[in-house]
């Protein structure tokens, strides 16, 4: 099978997470995707976050209609920091046959000199998103022909045309604005339920 994995903090997941994810199965015919929400990211761990068993049960919610989409708690079982490398050594070995692609951001892929074993990650099959369109000079572009000198398993997915950020969602809920439509209705109602972000 070919596994995509996709990490992330989603304080709160939002209906970006969900294009991305959609999109990537499409484009690039995965059979599923793991959705791994971390307790605690070594590069966010300063930053204040919502208890981890909300982020998992709105993750949870958030996906429950859909069979390519799986949740797991690898990530998010301890407090305890999980690297990106550490990840993918786990699946990686419960499951031999299958094919693993990382799922990261632009941001994410500018900024990875920065992470834990970043050449073992590098190395690896890596499936990089960009919210808007980009073109031939862009630093992403060069980042990523940089990467594939060493690495032809690099793939972009871009034009999502998606602006919609985690840290939107918490902002618009803290000045009481409508969060419809950017937010699964079920992950709307947990975070009425916990009064969450305001």
């Given at each position: 099978?070919?596994?995509?994995?996709?990490?992330?903090?989603?304080?709160?997941?939002?209906?970006?997470?969900?294009?991305?994810?959609?999109?990537?199965?499409?484009?690039?015919?995965?059979?599923?995707?793991?959705?791994?929400?971390?307790?605690?990211?070594?590069?966010?761990?300063?930053?204040?976050k919502?208890?981890?068993s909300?982020?998992?049960?709105?993750?949870k919610?958030?996906?429950?209609d859909?069979?390519r989409?799986?949740?797991?708690t690898?990530?998010s079982?301890?407090?305890?920091?999980?690297?990106?490398?550490?990840?993918l050594?786990?699946?990686?070995?419960?499951y031999?046959?299958?094919?693993?692609?990382?799922?990261?951001?632009?941001d994410?892929?500018?900024?990875?000199d920065?992470?834990?074993?970043?050449?073992?990650?590098?190395?690896d099959r890596?499936?990089v998103?960009?919210?808007?369109?980009?073109?031939?000079?862009?630093?992403?572009?060069k980042?990523?022909?940089e990467?594939?000198?060493d690495?032809?398993?690099?793939?972009?997915?871009?034009?999502?045309?998606v602006?919609?950020?985690?840290?939107?969602i918490?902002?618009l809920?803290?000045?009481?604005?409508?969060i419809?439509y950017?937010?699964p209705?079920?992950?709307?109602?947990?975070?009425?339920?916990y009064?969450?972000?305001?």
């Amino acid at each position: 099978m070919k596994i995509g994995l996709y990490g992330g903090t989603f304080d709160p997941i939002h209906i970006g997470h969900l294009i991305v994810m959609e999109n990537t199965l499409n484009y690039m015919k995965l059979d599923k995707i793991i959705v791994l929400p971390s307790a605690n990211p070594p590069h966010k761990q300063n930053k204040k976050k919502t208890e981890t068993s909300i982020r998992v049960n709105m993750v949870k919610e958030a996906i429950k209609d859909n069979d390519r989409l799986e949740l797991s708690t690898f990530e998010s079982d301890d407090e305890k920091v999980v690297y990106t490398h550490q990840t993918l050594n786990y699946f990686k070995e419960k499951y031999p046959n299958d094919e693993f692609y990382y799922i990261m951001g632009e941001d994410s892929l500018m900024s990875i000199d920065t992470w834990s074993n970043y050449q073992k990650i590098l190395n690896d099959r890596i499936i990089v998103f960009a919210r808007t369109s980009i073109n031939e000079d862009s630093p992403l572009i060069k980042k990523i022909n940089e990467v594939k000198k060493d690495n032809e398993k690099i793939y972009l997915i871009d034009n999502l045309n998606v602006n919609i950020s985690s840290t939107l969602i918490r902002s618009l809920v803290k000045e009481k604005k409508s969060i419809k439509y950017l937010v699964p209705d079920p992950v709307i109602k947990i975070i009425e339920e916990y009064k969450l972000y305001v």
